[in-house]
């Protein structure tokens, strides 16, 4: 509902043909046609409109809408309209005379709004508006002057409070009279509507000054209207959108001042019986349309649902004039950005959306052809804070070349469109650009050292495998998408990985990371990379430690990081969780997956001596563990890559025992030199060694001893 003394509700998106539009208000005034007007399914914002044809189509509720023999001192009207030819356009039209009721946009002249109601002087002031575009249309009249302008007639366009006057009068209503609908009376000529009628709102009080902003807010929501910030009334706000309950401000005009242009939104209240599932400002040169999981032919056929009464998501931009200017990019790179940004904010938990703007658009203002176009978002206007890139992907939008990217946005985010250079891999095209390789692949030259290299399956199954070493300054992959780096072969990066796909080592294959310092590898993807295991047998331990963190930790457990490589990675394995048993001391490669006891999974970190960790229990970037498992069996590691410095402190006089953090080698001669010369002399390397007869789990049958190597010798392993 939308409140007390609505005596009037028509909305072409509900109970509405062009023989019979039922009245929502709970009056029964329903509108019928003989001379039925079109209907239009997307006509204004995905929801449809009825057209009239301006010759002879219109619709009538029959008897009116205020009844017979009462007295009415108050109405209030809101229409959605639009008007192509600037002669006479009623919206609606009632009773003549003491009875008179009528609204239209524009008279006669065609520059000027009218409205009347009773015998009073009408509003005719100039309508501020233009043929072949939508308008918020609201009017009110009342005998008193406690109303929203303080006068006793007020008409608003989109907002703005346009024209007053102090002639208010009553109405005696008279059911003989009927309410016609984009025509005067039917039958006289030049005086229909040539135009489209979205929605009709009448009341029979005044409303307070919120009550009003609530019902523009509703439309403006609904159809794509930017509300006037123009400060009539002390007791609101203007340029505010609020939802039914009066409480729920899902655009703040204070807050968002700077970004008050084409002004859109998607949500649901349920109280309105409200559900804009996708959004387009309706202002003719806005560029933005976001939609609720995807952008469907009309709000109508969007199949997605909002998960809560008064989950909303509005957004706007700043004005500025299109043009780029260059930036700091994505990760290393330089990048051309879109001077305009887009402040976007959610109430509630709205979830992922799809987000298009016309590709002829931004390819005027970023128009290098062989860049990778971006959504650039951020938690700051600047864009510098928790900064986001999302790939454009090409597609049809109902009929439209656009870019398009899905993304969640949370909050409160500002966003606008960017290009960047470098070396991009593109699914559509299965193919490089930007290398100084083969092909545009990536290369060892110095000309491809500080590049940024982009990895965008563009919603395809294809995937590069890199099959020569590469050396670049940056690498982001893609959501839904993957990189293989071929056996022995190096790929060394300078600065940031960002990971929403995934990064695939084979064989030998080495991820070479040359940051110090903290992590810089951001996103929730994945690296994947095998180590196998040299014991022969299920009897003898293997020494092992983690290239990779368990994701959104900064410590791994050996169940979240370590699965079953019976498969080797490649591009399309997928490596299970293995089975662990505390029922048996023995592996098991007979099962699918794998089976290993638990019991055997320890670690030795200095003052703490052998810790029993199973499977479950953290250890942290470069410690060590032992284990058991099938002879010679490959296990595939999935998780974050470390990267930068990774400190380990050994209290003097005690061991640990610590392994290699990182997806790659490490120069062992590096590790006396630097921070630990004088320090570190000599690495111990333990190997449990098989005799014969010694196939059990018996510690009296264990046999092994430790290999030193250090700048001067490497000695070989021996029985202690």
Known sequence: TLGSGNVLWLRADKDAATNLWQDQSGSGHNATATNQPSKKDNGLNFNPTFEFNGSNDYMVIDGGILGNNTTYNDIWVYAVTKTNEARYSYT???????????????????????????????????WGAATNQFYLWNAGSSTGTSTPSGTNKAVYRNGLQFGTNNSGSSVLSNSSQDFFIGSYNATTSGRFLDGEIAEIIVFADVPTALEQQKTQSYLALKYGFTLDQTNNNGTIIEGDYILSNGITKVWNYTANSSYHNDVAGIGRDDTQNFVQKQSKSSNPNSLVTIGLGTIASNNGTNANNFATDKDFLVWGN?????????????????????????KIVETGTVGTTKLAVSKSTIDTYLNNATFSKV????????????????????????????????????????????????IIWKGSTSSWSGGNGPGGAPSTDFVDNGQLMIIDAEGTNNHPTLTANAKVGCVWISTGSKLAVGDLINLEIANQLKMDGELRL??????????????????????????????????????????????????????????????????????????????????????????????????????DGWIEKLESSTLKPAEGYLFKGPSYQNYTYVGKPNDGTITTTISPGHMSLIGNPYPSAIDANGLFTGVNDGILNTIFYWEHISTAGADSHNSDAYVGGYATYNLSAAVAGTAP
Do not use: H
């Open 92 to 126: 609606l039209s009632q009773g003549v005379g003491a009875t008179r009721f009528y609204f239209l946009s524009p008279l006669n002249d065609g520059t000027n709004f009218g409205f009347q109601f009773g015998g009073g002087t009408a509003i005719s002031t100039n």
């Open 318 to 342: 700043n004005g500025t004039a299109l043009g780029a200017t260059s930036q700091p990019g994505v990760l290393c790179a330089t990048d051309l950005q879109l001077n305009r940004k887009w």
């Open 375 to 422: 959504l650039k978002i951020a938690d700051d206007a600047a864009l510098t804070t928790n900064v986001q890139f999302v790939p454009l992907a090409v597609e049809t939008v109902n009929g439209v070349t656009s870019y398009t990217a899905s993304f969640d946005f949370d909050g409160t985010k500002y966003f606008t469109f960017a290009e960047t250079s470098g």
């Open 506 to 607: 084979i064989g030998g294959a080495q991820l070479i990371q040359r940051d110090t310092g903290s992590s810089t590898v951001t996103g929730s993807g994945n690296l994947y990379i095998d180590r196998k295991a040299s014991a022969p047998t299920m009897y003898q331990y293997n020494y092992f430690s983690s290239p990779v963190l368990t994701q959104g930790k900064s410590n791994y457990t050996v169940k979240s990081v370590m699965k079953d490589g019976t498969t080797p990675t490649s591009l399309t394995s997928n490596p299970p969780t293995m089975n662990y048993t505390a029922a048996s001391y023995d592996a098991d490669a007979t099962t699918t997956p794998i089976t290993i006891a638990n019991y055997w999974i320890w670690s030795y970190f200095t003052d």
